[in-house]
């Protein structure tokens, strides 16, 4: 019987990856999640976003408005945005163009999971809406996000 060489133990793909118990699939997000978090509102600047990217080494950020969630932003977007705002003022730098375009103009709807969630739940929901980050509520109220970084270490610290 021939093996795919990525999968040695003959199992399917998801009995592989999800058997219960294994890879610690039953810890929640609460155990696992990135509690210190940093926000932006939708009144920055993408230049402030770059800055905290830069400089904290975070790729993504929950957006507020009045201390509510309102959605999120990512690296990518920043990127996207950044070239696009290039093109928009040829003759800024960079930063300068950055400056220019406020959170509000690009911010995404926020993919939000209850912080009792499971880490397999949370991986098949970031497959299923192809995404990296989720942010985790209690309630309401954000308390974390779990990104695909997140899960990997919880997995692999079995």
Same mark, same amino acid.
Request: glycine fraction near 6%; aromatic fraction near 0%.
């Given at each position: 019987?021939?093996?795919? %060489?990525?999968?040695? /133990?003959? $199992?399917?793909? $998801?009995?592989?990856?999800?058997? /219960?118990? =294994?890879?610690? =699939?039953r810890?929640?997000?609460?155990?696992?999640?990135?509690t210190?978090?940093?926000? %932006?509102?939708?009144?920055?600047?993408?230049?402030?976003?770059?800055? !905290?990217?830069?400089?904290? #080494?975070?790729?993504?950020?929950?957006v507020?408005?009045?201390?509510?969630?309102?959605?999120?932003?990512?690296?990518?977007?920043?990127?996207?945005? /950044? &070239?696009r /705002?290039l093109?928009?003022?040829?003759?800024?730098?960079?930063?300068?163009?950055?400056?220019?375009?406020?959170? $509000?103009? !690009?911010? #995404?709807?926020?993919?939000?999971i209850?912080?009792?969630?499971?880490?397999?739940?949370a991986?098949?929901? &970031?497959?299923?809406k192809?995404?990296?980050?989720?942010?985790? %509520?209690?309630?309401?109220?954000?308390?974390?996000?779990?990104?695909?970084?997140?899960? %990997?270490?919880?997995?692999? =610290?079995?």
């Amino acid at each position: 019987m021939a093996r795919e %060489l990525g999968n040695p /133990s003959g $199992k399917d793909d $998801k009995e592989m990856n999800l058997s /219960s118990g =294994s890879l610690n =699939s039953r810890k929640t997000l609460r155990e696992v999640m990135t509690t210190d978090v940093l926000t %932006l509102n939708l009144d920055d600047t993408l230049r402030l976003a770059d800055d !905290i990217m830069n400089l904290a #080494k975070v790729r993504h950020f929950p957006v507020l408005n009045e201390g509510k969630l309102v959605g999120m932003l990512n690296q990518a977007d920043l990127l996207h945005e /950044s &070239m696009r /705002s290039l093109v928009r003022h040829p003759r800024n730098t960079p930063r300068q163009a950055l400056g220019t375009v406020a959170v $509000k103009d !690009i911010v #995404k709807p926020a993919i939000t999971i209850h912080c009792e969630a499971t880490i397999e739940e949370a991986a098949l929901m &970031m497959v299923e809406k192809e995404v990296d980050c989720l942010l985790v %509520l209690e309630g309401e109220r954000l308390v974390g996000v779990a990104t695909r970084t997140d899960l %990997l270490r919880a997995m692999a =610290s079995n």
